[in-house]
């Protein structure tokens, strides 16, 4: 029986990087829908599950993408609304990338060591990566510090970490130099979640810094969100530290992305968001 992924994407045109992702892990005929409100969703879900028998049902899947994460969610909540009783098809969330993204980031920053009582500072940490990441390092057990360049968005960014997480952050505004060496005082590491081409970490920070051990940046594109490093960096050890590029961050990513789809289409109950992404993640020797 064919495998069939139901494609929903908020944006006009639905991404071809998490269609070509899909194939790549074994899916064999996606069925794309673009510029998806939840008030769509219920009719196409019901497509997915009245077509199949119950043990056939794992063969179809829902994958909700596109840029506007909140978007994303509210999709989410309507595609397992739609479910009743065993009648279900498995269902992602990754929309713009955040959960992969944010999974892939936290266990790279794992993999150095347990983050256990220690603080960690996600700059820039207000979209949708960031807070995922937030949320996910706070449940490993780390003190959090979520920063934005205003106040009100990084308290905002706080609430709905801690609401989506049931868990504790710190938030602080951050737009200087000075209040960025500030922050990151005492900090075991930093993740650089800013939006892409803005630097936020400078080299005259990082480099000597008495208690950073571990440096993850999400962004790619030059400027890097950490000064003077390579987006390749999968752990490399420089001056005591240990750091992470996008791409280093990436190819994990990807791995987790795949590993997902994949997983899918196993049972037909599976709802995959931050939390069972990273999961699914600590099963990949990466
Ligand atoms: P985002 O929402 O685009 O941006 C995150 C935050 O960056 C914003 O909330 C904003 O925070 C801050 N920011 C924006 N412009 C800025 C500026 N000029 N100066 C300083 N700060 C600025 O980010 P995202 O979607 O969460 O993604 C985070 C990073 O991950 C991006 O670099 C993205 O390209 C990368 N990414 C990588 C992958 C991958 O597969 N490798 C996938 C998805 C995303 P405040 O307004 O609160 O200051």
Not at 106 to 132: E, F, H, N
Request: aromatic fraction near 4%.
């Amino acid at each position: 029986m064919k495998k069939i992924l139901i494609q929903l994407d908020s944006d006009e045109s639905s991404s071809v990087f998490d269609a070509i992702t899909a194939y790549d892990a074994g899916v064999d005929h996606i069925l794309q829908y673009g510029n998806i409100i939840p008030d769509h969703v219920r009719d196409l879900v019901f497509g997915a599950m009245f077509t199949r028998g119950e043990d056939d049902l794992k063969n179809s899947a829902v994958f909700i993408g596109g840029s506007n994460v909140t978007t994303g969610e509210t999709i989410l909540k309507a595609v397992t609304e739609s479910f009743f009783g065993p009648v279900s098809v498995s269902v992602m969330l990754d929309s713009n990338g955040c959960n992969t993204t944010a999974v892939a980031a936290v266990r790279k920053i794992l993999s150095v060591g347990s983050v256990k009582g220690k603080k960690i500072v996600i700059l820039a940490g207000t979209g949708p990566v960031g807070m995922r990441a937030a949320g996910l390092l706070a449940l490993e057990g780390a003190d959090v510090l979520l920063t934005s360049r205003g106040l009100e968005k990084s308290e905002i960014a706080r609430a709905t970490v801690e609401k989506r997480f049931k868990t504790n952050i710190s938030a602080a505004k951050v737009s200087s130099i000075e209040e960025t060496e500030d922050i990151l005082k005492d900090a075991y590491a930093v993740l650089c979640a800013g939006a892409a081409g803005i630097t936020l970490l400078p080299e005259s920070i990082w480099s000597g810094h008495p208690t950073l051990r571990v440096l993850a940046d999400a962004n790619a594109v030059p400027p890097l969100g950490i000064e003077n490093t390579k987006t390749h960096w999968a752990g490399k050890e420089l001056d005591g530290k240990i750091v992470f590029g996008a791409i280093g961050i990436g190819g994990l990513k990807m791995k987790i992305h795949r590993k997902c789809v994949a997983k899918l289409f196993t049972q037909n109950d599976l709802i995959l968001d931050a939390e069972e992404i990273n999961d699914i993640a600590k099963e990949i020797k990466d």
